[in-house]
């Protein structure tokens, strides 16, 4: 990873920042290392870089913490513990983006996490969200940063030196999600990008979220929202001219990319 002096182009952050948009990164076990969020690894003191554990907080899967701007991306609240989304739902006070990250206990990694444990915890974000005053204006998007290792049928399309990978699985939670759909259409991460830079009129950060498709085709417009209903044996642990989606909700796994 290249050191934030050499990370000055924007992110999805600043982006959203500059139309006044908020946006949050929600990271499991923020709190336990926020005291040192704005200490330098390179100075005196211990930066947040250094506290890497992961059943604590493995900062080195924080984004955001890469680029100059961390310093104030910190002191602008956009940095945020998992504990503080739940309440965010039930108040109705979700950003109109949020990232939602766990630490190693809950990543479904191999020899981290059993899938289980994973999908248990992320399934309380859905909840909370449902319940909560935002559910009609909301999209969740579930997906991983790797494949777990698992063999895939179809060699990755090369779009670039760094891409594409072997196939990840990717969920939609909405009330506007088409019921019961499998999208053919080829999507990456980047897909996540291009729909909140559709939805809220954003530029593009490169050529990969620019050239993405952007998962509209995975919504279903010409019907009523519907209710949040979980199926019998659930465990129980600017589109123009479409209603406006408030809030985004990323849940990525914690595993090497």
Known sequence: MPPAQAQRYPNIGDRLSAVH???AWYNE????????????????GDGSAVIDSG?????????????????????????????DFREDARQGRLPGVSFIKASAAHSEHPAASAPYYGM???ETFVRAVAAGPAWENTAVFITYDEGGGFWDSLPPQVVDDYGFGTRIPALLVSPWARSGLVDHHTASTASILKLIETRFGLAPLNHRDREAYDLSSAFDWERPAR???VQSGATNTGFPGIPPLRDFILGVDSGCS
């Open 29 to 44: 076990n923020w709190n336990l290392v926020k005291p040192w969020a704005l200490k330098s690894a390179f100075g005196p």
């Open 21 to 23: 948009v908020d946006w």
């Open 227 to 229: 209710e949040f209903r």
């Open 120 to 122: 248990s915890w992320v």
């Open 55 to 83: 059943r604590i907080y493995e900062a080195h899967h924080n984004p955001f913490q890469y680029y100059p701007g961390w310093f104030d991306y910190v002191k602008q609240g956009h940095i945020r513990d998992t504990q």
